[in-house]
């Protein structure tokens, strides 16, 4: 334990992006799915815009089902925790089986909600094992370093998903600054200029959004670094 | 007794950076009773020798490693080793546990249909023993450069009729196993210029005794020997690895002299 | 009490799927992970018959790795005759590349999983020697983990010796022959069968688990590549990959999971590889045959346990033997692992029996043949109650400084009632096994 190589590092940073996504994701799922009841059919039409991701579905029945268990669409909320899933599995050691097993609770979870008649009792459980998650990192994972590099991928994650979804820019702040207080106690390689660009972007409040955009494309670049 | 003075050369250019590049080199000469080595320097650019060892046959291996980013490696050994001639006269006929992994079919000697109708030929001919088998191998095998690859087998080389020196000695093997007698390959240097050569000892009378059936001649004190094993896989002059996608063109000098000793 | 663990069934296997216990196996080419069955009813080992077993177990694995050390390099039981030469240089496991390399502390098979079974006569006859690399030791370790959560009272009253100090007996053999560095378990990645096995074991034991890429050589010495940089000096290596993957200098060339150098590195004393590369030569199906030889040849002392009573085609007299009564014998071909290749003689028609016979007599280098053991069965909880399955036990046996016996083992069972194969592949489950301490 603690002692991370390259390929851990992307391990953990991975795995905290994607239990994140997985986690907004269906909160903002839940959203969509109470306006799709009666105020606007097409919804999620606008979610997939927003989060940027190919409209496959045609309607909200199909989205409903697809969206959140398709084991071949990409983008499915199962395709995520599955990702999630891949990057965990191969760090029991580090992170501990506590901790993974609730990876592997969530995921069970998603997937017998598929075939349930009442999934959203399901995916209640799969946000609670996520909260769950998080909770046994802090208790279960001995290593500041690695707890640090899976919230940087968290937080991070986060960030990204909060600019696209327009989220209030003072929630965007108290994210982009739990970032940055994680990035700073660890040794990842990442952008300098990445960095000065969020934070003047992130910096302007509201008036930063139209440079949101920019903003993402830092997120996008912030660990390529060659 | 003969004195040789050899340098071998050999140059891999890559058309792209590599690195974390490993390499394993397995041509020294070996010290053995024919052959002393009276002395040996070498060089590999651009990076230093990391060790040397003896692999599980009893052949010098250099151990080394180009970890920074490098478009060619290039070795260079120079030596002196002094010669004789193998002795004829029999000794104890024993044959030593060690000996027994060559009595054994390898990947590229494991005999099949053209082998063992040539034996069987060899048998009915009452030829005795390797010397006459490998005469007989030298008349109705071809020297042809190009028409075999270093993964063909004794088997296919002689059915194809043709091949070079490696095919000649791994055929030889092959037929000195069916034989019974142990029999192993040899990688080394002839004098003159050009590039290693390949032969065949076989065990017999308590002894190992050199065969080169490219020359269908005894190895006498001009062969000096670098290496062997149960066929070419054990003997690869090199074997390295590393990180990139390049293209390697490999370049080999070599130079044996025999020292007038009158 | 063991009542208590059967009303658990259910409970204890949710459990341990929420723990990902699961095994890989490839169908059609796809990587698929399954469940492996647990049944709760524990195969139960009195402490006089695990010391019994431990007597035993270790004298064979101590003269295992005796053998080992000799075969890599003076060879005195080929010269003494104890041990036909052909046997050794002929066995795939015998790898030319290892003569002449000594581990640290001379220890080759740190980690043995020998399978036994007990007749219905209660005798124990050894199956198989597994010195590669023998998986198995996290399920019962991990299974005894929620046993005693689920059903405590079973353990009150029975004394069971505690089976998690697997964790430490597995540390204590890695820092014994740690040359100074980190220990490491190396598996080669998520999509091997015993994966779960290898992320569990490097938990436990502390070691860092790690992937061929992270491992790198330089200056002839092993290094673990850190992420910001900084290089750490690996010891031990417990590499769960097997040899021809292990270095493409040395072995496959195209190995892309192996590290390049790691066995000079082992060769010249600079780190210690566990198990050894080259045990294979003494697990081989026609070594088995010698085993109780070299118990005699190397400690001079009697085996302690026995093998099953094995013919070997390559005696004459054996070989008459197996040809005269191959329809109630078992023959095993000695160049195929695990469950291929074997054959049982009473399951073959007259023509079948008069084809391996010829082929027995042309090939008789290749063939063992074996008495067939009617083995105890083991009750297992099915739906309506307990019903008897064929049983084996893959005991564990540890050595450093001496070689001791793990109080424990797995025991797998079969899944059909008339089979006689308990391999986790074809759809079998496993026990817990409990060595009672008084």
Known sequence: ?226 | MSILHFLYEMQLSFDSMVTDHHFRFRCLPMETEYQKVRNLEYTIEPAGKVGERTDGFGNRICLGEALMPHDYLKLQVRGTVETRAQEEKAREDSTPVDCLIYTLSSELTRPGEKLAEFYEECRKARLSGPEAIMHRLYREFSYVPGSTHVGTTAEEALAGGKGVCQDYAQILIALCRMAGYPARYVVGLLPGEGATHAWTEMWRDGRWLGLDPTHDCAADERYIKLSHGRDFTDCSVDRGCFKGSAGQRQKIYIKVEEENIW | MILDLVDHKESINRLLARYGVKFGIYKNNQFHEQLFPFDPIPRIISREEYEYLDRGLSQRVLALNAFLKDVYSEKKIVKDGVIPADFIFSSKGYLPQCEGICPPKGIYSHISGIDLVQGKDGCWYILEDNLRIPSGASYPMIARDLTRRAAPEAFVRNHVADNRNYAVMLKETMDYVNTGGINVVLTPGRYNAAFFEHSYLAERSGAILCMPRDLFVEDNKLFYRRYEGRKQQVGAVYRRLSDEYLDPLCFLPESLIGVPGIMDVYACGNVAVINAPGNGVADDKGIYYFVPHMIKYYLNEEPILRNAPTYLAFYEKDRKFILEYLSRLVVKDVSEAGGYGVVFGSNLTREQLKALADVIENEPRRFIAQEVIDFIDLDIVEDGGPVPRKADLRAFVLAGETARVWPSGLTRFSRNPDSFVVNSSQGGGFKDTWVLSR
């Open chain 1, 1 to 226: 334990m603690g002692i991370i190589s390259v390929e851990r590092a992307d391990h953990l940073y991975w795995m905290g992006r994607y239990i994140e996504r997985v986690f907004t994701t269906l909160c903002t799922f839940f959203d969509f799915y109470d306006q799709m009841i009666d105020v606007d059919f097409d919804a999620y039409k606008r979610y997939c815009e927003t989060i940027a991701i190919p409209d496959v579905y045609g309607s909200r029945e199909v989205f409903n089902q697809k969206y959140l268990y398709d084991k071949n669409d990409p983008n499915s909320v199962y395709s995520n925790l599955e990702r999630a899933y891949g990057n965990a599995i191969v760090m029991r050691d580090e992170i501990s089986s506590h901790t993974l097993a609730y990876v592997q609770l969530a995921l069970d979870c998603l997937e017998s909600a598929a075939d349930s008649k009442a999934p959203h009792y399901d995916l209640q459980q799969v946000i609670d094992y996520i909260h769950a998650f998080w909770g046994c990192v802090d208790d279960r994972v001995e290593d500041e370093e690695a707890r640090n590099i899976m919230k940087c991928g968290k937080y991070l994650e986060r960030l990204d998903l909060y600019l696209r979804l327009g989220y209030p820019s003072g929630a965007v702040e108290k994210e982009y600054s739990k970032f940055l207080n994680r990035l700073r106690k660890v040794q990842l390689n990442y952008s300098k200029e990445m960095e000065d660009r969020l934070t003047e972007i992130i910096g302007l409040g509201d008036g930063g959004r139209a440079r949101y955009d920019e903003a993402l494309d830092a997120i996008w670049k912030f660990f390529e670094v060659s």
